[in-house]
Every structure is written in C-alpha cells, then in structure tokens.
C-alpha cells in the first residue's frame, strides 16, 4: 500500500508552520502552537483520528490567535490534500452512527434487527456524533474536491464577550468559538472537503470545542480509510475527484 504521508511548510509575515502528516499512523502526535488548548485540540484530533500528526507554529500572538489558528487549518488541509493524493481506493465519506443512536428514529425491534445486519460493519462506519459531557456534536465529511464547510447551532457563541472572570477560570473560554470556525474554514479550503459541523446541544466553551475537534476527527477517522472493495478505483461516477 501507498504510504499517505506528507510533508508542508507555509510562512508567511504572519505565521511559520511546519507539518508532516501520516494518514495511516497510530495517533501519535507533537503539536507546540503557542496556544495551550488549540494544542490539546490538535493532539486529541490525531489521537481519534488515528493520524500521526507534527504541527509547530510559532505566530504572531502578540495580536492576538487569530491568524495562527486559522493558517494552521490551512497547512493541515493542505498536508491532508498531499497525503490523499488522487484518492483512489478511499471510503471518501465519513459519517454514520450507531443505529442504537435514538436520534435514528428507529423503534426497538427496528433496532434490534438492525444491530444484528450491521454487527460486523458498525464499528467501520466511523461514529460521528460525539458527546461530552452536557455536549453533544456532529459532524460529516466528503472528500470531494468541492470545499464547503456547514456550521451550525454555534452562531450564538461565535462572538460571545469573554469576562475576565472567565479568563481566569478557563482558558478556553477565551478560545472564541470563531476561532474554531476559521480553523475549519482554512482546513475546508485547502484540504477540498465538504464538512458539516454541528453542536446539536451543549453549553460550556471548553465541552463544546473538544466535542467538535473530536466528531471532526472520527469523521476524517472514517473517510480517509481504504476500502477494499474498491481498491485502487475513485470512488466517483465522474472519474476525478
């Protein structure tokens, strides 16, 4: 098999960033962004992702984290694009839920019949909706070429003012929920996906964000992996992705 690995250096006046990507890692990971708990995002998406990731930024935080969040969505999508290649063999789309999941609508001996055909594949389908805690987040993503992020129930807490009282008590509260989004709104553009991220119900800062960072990397978790029953075919009727 192909080693899906790559290698991205992106400097610009704002930011230096360096990456190596191994899609096909173990979720190993050494991330040192400056940013406290952006590292602790990067590093639980490598983990549950199952990618070896090495991210380093040094950025111009002295304005503010703006602009090292977002171009390390960027690099990363531009590491995920190199190491997917032309994307042959690949699942492409990760999504799905356990059909125990009640948001299924399926009654219980729906469900019990449903258990049992996809006993052997469940697992396989790659979970996407996370909880944490009180939180509980969703995501979708397509490969497709076509960058297109959906972001939804979060516009409430996009700009919401950050007390110093709430600095003090957790430094994710100062990580603005529009952070994350530029985060992957960067990655969308570069890596050529369609990601839908949605907080389905949640209201602490910190709970949110990791329950995004973590649907997102079971999401990519699912959608980067070979399938062999296409193997070495794109999974498109266009012929190119």
């Given amino acids: 098999m192909k080693n899906r690995s790559s290698k991205i250096k992106r400097h610009t006046l704002e930011t230096q960033i360096s990456i190596?990507?191994?899609?096909?890692?173990?979720?190993?990971?050494?991330?040192?962004?400056?940013?406290?708990?952006f590292d602790h995002m990067l590093t639980l998406?490598?983990?549950?992702?199952?990618?070896?990731?090495?991210?380093?930024?040094?950025?111009?935080?002295?304005?503010?984290?703006?602009?090292?969040?977002?171009?390390?969505?960027?690099?990363?999508?531009?590491?995920f694009a190199l190491a997917?290649?032309?994307?042959?063999?690949?699942?492409?789309?990760?999504?799905?839920?356990h059909p125990q999941n009640p948001s299924t609508g399926l009654r219980r001996a729906e469900v019990s019949e449903?258990?049992?055909?996809?006993?052997?594949?469940?697992?396989?389908?790659?979970?996407?909706?996370?909880?944490?805690?009180?939180?509980?987040?969703?995501?979708?993503v397509d490969f497709s070429g076509r960058p297109h992020l959906?972001?939804?129930?979060?516009?409430?807490?996009?700009q919401k003012n950050i007390s110093d009282?709430?600095?003090?008590?957790?430094?994710s509260s100062a990580f603005r929920f529009g952070l994350a989004r530029?985060?992957?709104?960067?990655?969308?553009?570069?890596?050529?996906?369609?990601?839908?991220?949605?907080?389905?119900?949640?209201?602490?800062?910190?709970?949110i964000v990791e329950a995004l960072f973590k649907a997102f990397a079971r999401a990519v978790d699912a959608a980067r992996r070979h399938d062999p029953r296409i193997a070495g075919q794109l999974p498109s009727t266009k012929g190119r992705l």
């Fill in 182 to 207: 530029e985060f992957f709104q960067g990655f969308t553009n570069e890596a050529r996906c369609n990601l839908h991220l949605e907080l389905l119900y949640g209201d602490e800062p910190h709970h």
């Fill in 165 to 171: 009282a709430e600095k003090n008590q957790d430094t």
């Fill in 20 to 37: 190596q990507l191994n899609l096909d890692g173990k979720g190993k990971s050494k991330i040192k962004t400056g940013i406290p708990f």
């Fill in 84 to 97: 997917l290649g032309d994307k042959r063999g690949i699942r492409r789309y990760g999504h799905g839920f």
């Fill in 114 to 140: 449903e258990v049992k055909r996809s006993k052997a594949t469940a697992t396989q389908a790659g979970e996407a909706y996370v909880p944490m805690d009180e939180c509980l987040a969703r995501c979708v």
């Fill in 150 to 158: 959906v972001w939804r129930g979060l516009d409430k807490f996009s």
């Fill in 45 to 79: 998406f490598a983990k549950h992702a199952t990618v070896d990731l090495t991210l380093h930024c040094d950025g111009d935080l002295a304005v503010d984290a703006h602009h090292t969040v977002e171009d390390c969505g960027i690099a990363l999508g531009q590491a």
